[in-house]
Protein backbone atom coordinates (compact mmCIF):
# COMPACT_ATOMS: atom_id res chain seq x y z
CA UNK A 1 0.00 0.00 0.00
CA UNK A 2 2.41 2.61 -0.69
CA UNK A 3 1.96 6.38 -1.54
CA UNK A 4 -1.54 5.51 -0.40
CA UNK A 5 -3.50 7.84 2.22
CA UNK A 6 -6.62 6.58 4.55
CA UNK A 7 -8.95 9.61 5.46
CA UNK A 8 -11.42 9.10 8.29
CA UNK A 9 -14.23 10.89 8.87
CA UNK A 10 -16.24 10.85 12.26
CA UNK A 11 -19.26 12.33 13.04
CA UNK A 12 -21.21 12.62 16.10
CA UNK A 13 -23.58 14.72 18.54
CA UNK A 14 -21.35 14.11 21.73
CA UNK A 15 -17.99 15.51 21.72
CA UNK A 16 -16.96 13.15 24.05
CA UNK A 17 -17.80 9.64 22.42
CA UNK A 18 -15.80 11.44 19.30
CA UNK A 19 -13.05 12.49 21.14
CA UNK A 20 -12.80 8.92 22.89
CA UNK A 21 -13.07 7.30 19.27
CA UNK A 22 -10.64 9.26 17.89
CA UNK A 23 -8.04 8.70 19.97
CA UNK A 24 -8.57 4.68 19.74
CA UNK A 25 -8.07 4.82 16.38
CA UNK A 26 -5.06 7.02 16.28
CA UNK A 27 -3.57 4.31 19.33
CA UNK A 28 -4.39 1.62 17.02
CA UNK A 29 -2.62 3.43 13.65
CA UNK A 30 0.34 4.37 15.95
CA UNK A 31 0.42 0.53 17.17
CA UNK A 32 0.92 -0.72 13.97
CA UNK A 33 3.57 1.68 12.80
CA UNK A 34 1.45 4.01 10.65
CA UNK A 35 2.03 7.94 10.93
CA UNK A 36 -1.17 9.55 11.56
CA UNK A 37 -2.36 13.61 11.04
CA UNK A 38 -5.05 14.75 13.48
CA UNK A 39 -7.96 14.47 14.42
CA UNK A 40 -8.28 17.71 13.21
CA UNK A 41 -11.54 19.27 14.58
CA UNK A 42 -13.85 20.40 11.57
CA UNK A 43 -16.77 23.01 12.49
CA UNK A 44 -19.51 22.14 14.20
CA UNK A 45 -22.72 22.29 12.44
CA UNK A 46 -25.58 23.57 15.12
CA UNK A 47 -29.35 23.36 13.72
CA UNK A 48 -31.83 25.06 16.11
CA UNK A 49 -35.97 24.53 16.43
CA UNK A 50 -38.29 26.49 17.53
CA UNK A 51 -41.39 24.95 18.68
CA UNK A 52 -44.49 26.71 19.68
CA UNK A 53 -45.76 25.71 22.94
CA UNK A 54 -49.46 27.24 23.10
CA UNK A 55 -51.65 25.42 21.00
CA UNK A 56 -54.28 28.54 20.51
CA UNK A 57 -53.47 31.89 21.32
CA UNK A 58 -49.64 33.05 23.29
CA UNK A 59 -47.86 33.29 20.37
CA UNK A 60 -44.64 34.29 22.79
CA UNK A 61 -44.77 31.57 24.04
CA UNK A 62 -42.34 29.25 22.41
CA UNK A 63 -39.42 26.82 23.15
CA UNK A 64 -35.87 26.26 21.87
CA UNK A 65 -34.03 23.11 20.86
CA UNK A 66 -30.77 22.42 19.12
CA UNK A 67 -28.70 19.49 17.66
CA UNK A 68 -25.04 19.42 17.41
CA UNK A 69 -22.93 17.47 15.18
CA UNK A 70 -19.66 17.93 15.76
CA UNK A 71 -17.09 16.12 13.13
CA UNK A 72 -12.96 14.84 13.13
CA UNK A 73 -11.12 13.90 10.46
CA UNK A 74 -7.93 12.23 10.19
CA UNK A 75 -5.57 10.78 7.86
CA UNK A 76 -3.61 7.80 8.05
CA UNK A 77 -0.57 7.96 5.55
CA UNK A 78 1.39 5.35 4.64
CA UNK A 79 -0.92 2.47 6.17
CA UNK A 80 0.92 -1.03 5.96
CA UNK A 81 -1.62 -4.34 6.09
CA UNK A 82 -1.49 -4.83 9.84
CA UNK A 83 -2.90 -1.23 10.28
CA UNK A 84 -6.08 -1.68 7.87
CA UNK A 85 -6.47 -5.28 9.77
CA UNK A 86 -6.46 -3.46 13.00
CA UNK A 87 -8.73 -0.91 11.78
CA UNK A 88 -11.46 -3.43 10.34
CA UNK A 89 -11.57 -5.10 14.02
CA UNK A 90 -11.71 -1.74 15.82
CA UNK A 91 -14.91 -1.65 17.82
CA UNK A 92 -15.93 1.70 18.05
CA UNK A 93 -19.04 3.52 20.21
CA UNK A 94 -22.58 3.32 18.32
CA UNK A 95 -23.45 6.61 18.28
CA UNK A 96 -20.28 7.53 16.24
CA UNK A 97 -20.50 7.80 12.63
CA UNK A 98 -17.24 6.39 10.62
CA UNK A 99 -16.61 6.89 6.58
CA UNK A 100 -13.35 5.75 5.36
CA UNK A 101 -11.81 6.61 2.17
CA UNK A 102 -8.77 5.20 0.43
CA UNK A 103 -6.72 8.01 -1.82
Do not use: C, W
Request: a positive charge; hydrophobic letters at 40%; charged letters at 35%.
Amino acid sequence: MADQKIRIRLKAFDHRLIDRSASEIVETAKRTGATVLGPIPLPTKIERYTILVSPHADKDARDQYETRIHKRVMDIVDPNDKTVDALMKLDLAAGVDVQIKLH
